[in-house]
């Protein structure tokens, strides 16, 4: 399998896939590189507002998809008796007031339709096992032949080409540093009703980590244990079930479904661009999901990446080795600005001297909503500022790092 386009993209996840689409609406030659097989399962399920927009540019639709509406997050202390609600509706102004859960498995096919109904080439069960760069181009190499491009966005995840198979990456520290999760099918009446209502997910601190509850559409339930230490097996969310009133509540008498474990959490890439190339989604770098910015992350710098290269085409300067420097700072400011609060959720009392504090500045409030709807690219955010200034210096080793 040999053969010539304009730009190769190597993983069809949800920032590859937004790459693939956008890229081929212009007119632009794509071919898409992906090694597994569609649908496959994923986790990330829980989209915030900030990524709408591109899901509007694709043509993508989730509420005529049968998604379900996600109206804000609700953190929790069970020991404690704390709670609190964050409706997006509360931020500053900007993205829609709501987002979306999603099964990826599902949510990740439907982006990758997109891409082939605007035009581009999509091959799975093709695995991307090297490239080079020249000056007349970039080659990817597979077991099938190679595929010649003028330009390379690599997708593909944290054992990306960009990070040499995970030799080019950091892990970060202080956060969770691996999880189990459990999906649930046929969530009783009662409970579907109270999780469906507003579609939130719901964050609840535990000793050492967190969990998530994400209600999907169909009447299942996510359920997910994310630990920055401590034992990390496959029956750890359900001990963590077990031991929550609300839980074992908002689970009475459903079905089990898949459960599973995932390590090696957040780390970051250490060569996102250069000449002819450019990294974007989980091949440039993954945050612990408390505050549900993967995809968001993905699908932002797709689009920002696409912004860029399109004229760089028409122009013929895609060889520049720079072009991709603004968009590595632009995700630089999203991964730094979720890696500070995330960072300060685990190693500080940032629980219960904001997200739980009784009476909070309203404009700081905002603000903290609006990092919270993915919304991060602006300079009236008082609470980021904030944060920011104050984290500066806990910050250090990764590529976002001031």
């Known amino acids: 399998m040999s053969g010539a386009c304009d730009v190769v993209v190597v993983g069809a996840g949800p920032g590859g896939c937004a790459a693939a689409c956008l890229l081929a609406q212009q007119g632009v030659r794509v071919v898409v590189l992906e090694r597994e097989h569609f649908p496959r399962f994923k986790i990330g399920e829980s989209l915030l507002p900030g990524s709408l927009s591109v899901l509007t540019r694709m043509g993508v639709v989730p509420s005529e998809l049968g998604y ?23 931020a500053l102004p900007g ?17 990758a339709d997109a891409a082939v109904r605007a035009g581009a080439e999509l091959r799975f069960e093709v695995a991307a096992s090297g490239y080079e760069i020249t000056d007349d181009g970039v080659r990817i190499d597979t077991a099938d032949g190679p595929v010649h491009a003028r330009y390379f966005v690599d997708a593909g995840g944290r054992r990306s080409l960009s990070s040499r198979g995970g030799r080019d990456v950091i892990p970060i520290e202080g956060l969770g540093r691996a999880a189990a999760f459990v999906h649930f099918d046929a969530i009783a009446d009662d ?64 079905q089990q479904g898949l459960r599973q474990r995932v390590a090696d ?37 797709a689009a920002n990446l696409v912004d860029r290269l399109l004229p760089a085409l028409a122009e013929g300067r895609e060889a520049d080795a720079e072009l991709m420097a603004p968009l590595s700072r632009e995700s630089a400011v999203a991964y730094r600005s979720f890696h500070m609060i995330a960072h300060r959720f685990y190693n500080s009392r940032l629980l219960d001297n904001v997200f739980f504090a009784g009476d909070p500045d309203p404009e700081l409030r905002a603000g903290l909503i609006s990092i919270l709807a993915g919304d991060v690219w602006r300079d009236d955010n008082r609470f980021q500022k904030m944060m920011l200034a104050a984290t500066r210096r806990e910050l250090t080793g990764v590529p976002w790092a001031e």
């Open 68 to 90: 379900l509406r996600k109206l804000g997050a609700e953190f929790f202390d069970e020991a404690t008796g704390e709670h609190e609600y964050f409706p997006f509706a509360d």
């Open 265 to 301: 959490y957040s780390y970051a890439c250490t060569d996102t661009h250069g000449p002819r190339r450019a990294a974007i989604g989980d091949a440039a770098g993954f945050l612990d999901p408390v505050f549900s910015s993967g995809v968001t992350i993905a699908l932002t710098s």
């Open 95 to 111: 993205p829609p007031r709501f987002a979306y859960q999603v099964e990826r498995a599902r949510f990740d096919r439907d982006l």
């Open 191 to 254: 409970a579907w009703a109270e999780l469906s209502a507003r579609g939130d997910i719901k964050v609840l601190r535990i000793p050492e980590g967190w969990l998530w509850v994400i209600p999907l559409a169909g009447r299942r339930l996510s359920v997910g244990a994310v630990m920055r230490s401590g034992v990390v097996d496959e029956d750890l969310a359900l001990r963590q079930i077990a031991a929550s009133p609300l839980l074992r509540r908002l689970t009475a008498g459903a």
